[in-house]
Nanobody, 117 residues
Framework: QLQASGGGLVQAGGSLRLSCAAS??????MGWFRQAPGKEREFVAG??????YYSDDVKARATISRDNAKNTVYLQMSSLKPEDTAVYYC????????????????WGQGTQVTVSS
């Protein structure tokens, strides 16, 4: 139900935009998480109604947004750092606590983001 795209190899300082298209229904809560090698999955950004939430790591460098007509959520990130390298997962759910994994019922397949130094 969720299809993530937009990952790739980016140089440090660069930017990218991830997309997550949802099919079948709309979700009040959508978010992005990431998992770096050897680390647990962590919250990156979330959106509930018109409210946005960000982790401290990315809040100055990321923007989450959605296009309701396309049922798609985006994550725009800039000033990328090598430590942003991870598999990024989009998620969708109904619970209005978008910064916790348990708020989400559906997960996308993940898209790899690699930031080179």
């Amino acid at each position: 139900q969720l299809q993530a795209s937009g990952g790739g190899l980016v140089q440090a300082g660069g930017s990218l935009r991830l997309s997550c298209a949802a099919s079948g229904r709309t979700f009040p809560v959508m978010g992005w998480f990431r998992q770096a090698p050897g680390k647990e999955r962590e919250f990156v950004a979330g959106l509930w109604s018109s409210r946005t939430y960000y982790s401290d790591d990315v809040k100055a460098r990321a923007t989450i947004s959605r296009d309701n007509a396309k049922n798609t959520v985006y994550l725009q990130m800039s000033s990328l750092k090598p430590e942003d390298t991870a598999v990024y997962y989009c998620a969708a759910g109904s619970s209005p606590v978008p910064f916790v994994e348990t708020a989400y019922d559906y997960w996308g397949q993940g898209t790899q983001v690699t930031v080179s130094s």
